[in-house]
């Protein structure tokens, strides 16, 4: 037994409004450089949709994550590493910029300059890439609210099979909304296909990182990897791709995706798992299997034998602490209302997912049913094949059952903390009925409902003493990701909301190095990292401080 | 003649030297800058069609240029049976590398998006480049295999070799026709041109993938960071477009 620990995420999708926040900040933090412009590590996607790049989780097409040979090994879909080696001049299965969407901006500067009149001038949209007038033809987020759905909605891989049930018609049509970041694979796929070795597993934390020294830009990454979170950089030539924020993780903050979620419905902690499981895990024979497979793999932090062996082989007292409480574990294990992304790509993710109930209870409601009834509710949750199959394409592979198992779950704790509310006895056989009982509902409640930052937070700070007293004295001056062409590009280590305090500035002043000589001569003020009170000289023309 | 002594012994020392200190200071722009992403229909036919025609070629210069005549004559080659598998096989070898270069110089310079991410040393290596190979595809089709023929392992060879001896012979390559000088002559810029350009990409093919496990762990082991001024790119224009 190799125990490991893994920081891992758990989104529940009934909180998701499709906002893009999420999308937003982790733009600002991570890919707001050129060569990323088409670039999200993380996206919100509205399923049924096909998805970013264009259906990405056709993996006959795609040739992404792992498949069984004919002797039930485990292999990637591309093939052997020699195929891939001599398929290195050109990858077959690499998604074009066109299959993410040509990024573009807009030609700013004609608007400004437009003489005056009466005509209002428009500023044509022109590539990111080659500065030419383009016209969009499709983006990230095209499918954005179901738009269009009428001609790519029925497109969507995960509807394979269910296309004469399901409806796209406006009164009939159900949707959620899916936030996608990288996995932190288990078994990752996009490691293997890494020629250069340059991406790898860290064995503290699990996070999968690319070493921007060591890739060469042979980009199977990118093709390897079966949720395309990969992505090619295409002015540096390198592979890039979420790095689960891992200096605000390291010093026990959680990532800017989850910071900043409106809905708060992201839940970060660790899981411990047995390493020497992982391979056999993953070569589970049925699909159908994997995710009670994926389960298999985690350790109970709990066991006092797992707490002895994971002490013995280093894991910290701190870090057993956070396993314990991890929010993640109780999700995804102990309550089991968390699914694995896909996975029958057999990479282990390491990202699940809450399944939404809203689109059932929509559907309830519209059908008649008293969804205040729970019964009623069961029952139309047996009904309702259609979203419980699309749901179950996403999150097991296909078979209905453990979503069915997940759903009747959260209908029960609405069910159940309902009658709390208008002053009914709880139904202690309800909650027996989806092998629970009243208390551990009421705990499910409190985790998923009320949901304090700490609680969804749990993340244990990196261990760094042994890092060096010249170390720690240079993270005092800058920044572990400052690397020329890194991502940090000079700027500052994460900050907490303390960090904070009004009218002071957490970069410094705003002083002299905030201005710049523009093209026209002129001494202008960079209102980028400016701290919204100090001093801004020259963000004026005509304006001459003494 | 300065021309054949020096000139090689100046590229060969950029050429080492600048590998070292490309290797050594300039580790992020080490790539082969793929531009798939960008177009994939004409890569899909150039790209492999050129790369695997090259390494023909350039196993073909091993055998004609670093090998003496006298040692295949040694093995039991005739110098007809050496002519003969030379010209077919450095013909095929041409052909590949004139249509493989085609596709990807037609896309280089006609598709905007790849256009956009091509920088000054590409184009360096790309007019290098070009010339080495109109030159030897000249060569190889139009003297060796359709013209008279011309023995370059009794001059070009001999010269090359006794570079790698000190005691280099000119007058084997003096007596050379020129268009074999020519060529030569572009080859060496090119190699000085080399650790400055993408062409490094070249000495990173993955052979070890094939040896190693599927899944690479790493720990995250905090070092020292290097003081701020005596690392980093010090070439950011070249290799990378920004």
Redesign the interface.
């Known amino acids: 037994m190799r125990i490991r620990a893994q920081v891992a995420m758990v989104m529940n999708l009934d909180k998701c409004i499709g906002c893009h926040t999420c999308t937003v900040t982790c733009k600002q933090v991570w890919t707001n450089r050129?060569g990323l412009e088409y670039v999200y590590f993380n996206n919100v996607e509205t399923k049924p949709g096909i998805g970013y790049p264009k259906r990405y989780e056709d993996q006959e097409h795609w040739k992404g994550g792992w498949t069984l040979d004919g002797k039930g090994r485990l292999q990637?879909k591309s093939g052997s590493?020699?195929k891939?080696?001599l398929?290195?001049?050109?990858?077959?299965n690499?998604?074009?910029?066109d299959d993410y969407g040509d990024p573009w901006t807009y030609n700013y500067q004609h608007v400004i300059d437009a003489p005056l009149g009466t005509a209002n001038p428009s500023a044509h949209s022109i590539?990111a890439?080659?500065?030419?007038d383009m016209d969009m033809q499709w983006g990230s987020n095209w499918d954005d609210d179901l738009a269009g759905s009428t001609r790519y909605g029925m497109t969507d891989p995960n509807l394979a099979n269910l296309q004469e049930k399901v409806r796209m018609d406006f009164e009939q049509v159900f949707m959620f909304y899916l936030p996608r970041i990288c996995e932190h694979c288990l078994?990752?796929s996009c490691?293997?296909s890494?020629?250069?070795?340059a991406?790898?597993?860290?064995?503290?934390?699990g996070i999968v990182l690319v070493d921007?020294?060591?890739?060469?830009?042979?980009?199977f990454c990118v093709s390897g990897c079966p949720y395309k979170k990969v992505y090619?950089n295409?002015?540096?030539?390198?592979a890039e791709k979420c790095t689960l924020c891992y200096p605000r993780i390291?010093s026990g903050q959680p990532t800017i995706c989850s910071e900043t979620c409106v809905g708060r419905l992201r839940y970060l902690g660790l899981f411990l798992y047995d390493a020497d499981r992982v391979l056999d895990a993953a070569a589970t024979p049925d699909p159908h299997d994997l995710y009670e497979a994926q389960l298999s793999v985690f350790l109970d932090p709990d066991d006092p034998e797992v707490q002895r062996e994971a002490a013995a082989q280093g894991i910290s007292a701190d870090w057993l602490d956070a396993a314990r409480r991890s929010p993640v574990y109780q999700l995804a294990v102990r309550h089991r209302v968390a699914l694995p992304l896909h996975p029958e790509y057999r990479t282990l993710p390491m990202v699940w997912y809450i399944p939404p109930l809203s689109p059932v209870a929509d559907v309830v409601s519209a059908a008649g049913y008293d969804d205040l009834d729970p019964d009623s509710v069961f029952a139309t949750i047996d009904a309702l094949r259609i979203p419980i199959e699309y749901l179950a394409n996403l999150f097991t592979a296909g078979d209905p059952e453990p979503v069915r198992r997940v759903l009747r779950k959260l209908a029960t704790i609405r069910s159940v903390q309902r009658a709390g509310q208008l002053g009914f006895e709880p139904n202690e056989k309800l909650a027996a009925t989806v092998d629970s009982d009243l208390d551990e509902l009421d705990d499910l409640y409190r985790l998923l409902a009320i949901a304090k930052y700490e609680d969804r937070y749990v993340i244990p700070k990196?261990h760094?003493e042994?890092?060096?007293r010249?170390?720690l004295q240079?993270?005092q001056?800058?920044c572990?990701l400052?690397?020329?062409?890194g991502p940090g590009m000079g700027g500052h280590g994460p900050w907490g909301v303390e960090d904070f305090h009004a009218g002071t500035a957490p970069h410094g002043d705003s002083g002299s190095t905030q201005t710049f000589r523009g093209d026209d001569g002129r001494e202008h003020f960079n209102l980028f990292g400016w701290n919204g009170s100090g001093p801004t000289p020259h963000l004026f023309p005509g304006e001459d401080p003494a | 003649m300065w021309w054949w002594v020096v000139l090689p012994y100046v590229a060969m020392v950029i050429f080492i030297v600048g590998h070292i200190w490309r290797w050594r200071y300039d580790?992020?722009?080490?790539?082969?800058?793929?531009?798939?992403?960008?177009?994939?229909r004409l890569?899909?036919w150039g790209?492999?069609l050129?790369?695997?025609a090259t390494f023909a070629a350039i196993g073909g210069h091993v055998l004609g240029i670093l090998i003496p005549k006298a040692w295949t004559e040694a093995i039991g080659i005739p110098e007809g049976v050496y002519t003969e598998f030379s010209g077919i096989a450095g013909s095929l070898a041409a052909i590949g590398v004139l249509i493989g270069a085609g596709f990807l110089v037609f896309r280089r310079t006609t598709i905007?998006?790849v256009?956009?991410?091509t920088s000054m040393v590409d184009y360096l290596a790309l007019i290098l480049l070009g010339i080495i190979v109109i030159l030897g595809i000249y060569l190889t089709l139009g003297v060796q295999a359709l013209g008279g023929g011309y023995d370059y392992r009794n001059s070009v060879s001999i010269w090359f070799r006794s570079l790698f001896t000190g005691n280099v012979d000119v007058g084997a390559i003096n007596a050379a026709p020129v268009m074999y000088q020519v060529h030569a002559t572009a080859a060496w810029v090119i190699f000085a041109v080399w650790p400055f350009s993408r062409l490094v990409?070249a000495w990173?093919?993955?052979?070890?993938?094939?040896w190693?496990p599927?899944?690479?762990?790493?720990?995250?082991r905090?070092?020292?960071?290097n003081e701020?001024g005596t690392?980093?790119?010090r070439w950011r224009k070249i290799g990378?477009?920004?």
């Open positions: 050129p990637l590493r020699l891939r080696l398929s290195i001049f050109y990858n077959p690499l998604p074009t910029i590539s890439l080659t500065g030419r078994n990752p490691v293997a890494c020629p250069s070795g991406m790898y597993k860290r064995v503290e934390d921007q020294d060591r890739c060469r830009g042979w980009r090619f295409h002015r540096t030539g390198k390291e990196a760094a042994d890092a060096g010249l170390a240079h993270e001056l800058f572990s400052d690397g020329e062409g | 580790q992020f722009g080490w790539t082969s800058r793929s531009t798939q992403l960008q177009e994939r890569l899909k790209a492999p050129f790369h695997y905007p998006r256009r956009a991410t990409h990173s093919y993955p052979l070890w993938y094939l190693r599927y899944v690479v762990y790493r720990s995250r905090p070092v020292a960071p701020p690392t980093g790119r990378s477009g920004y």
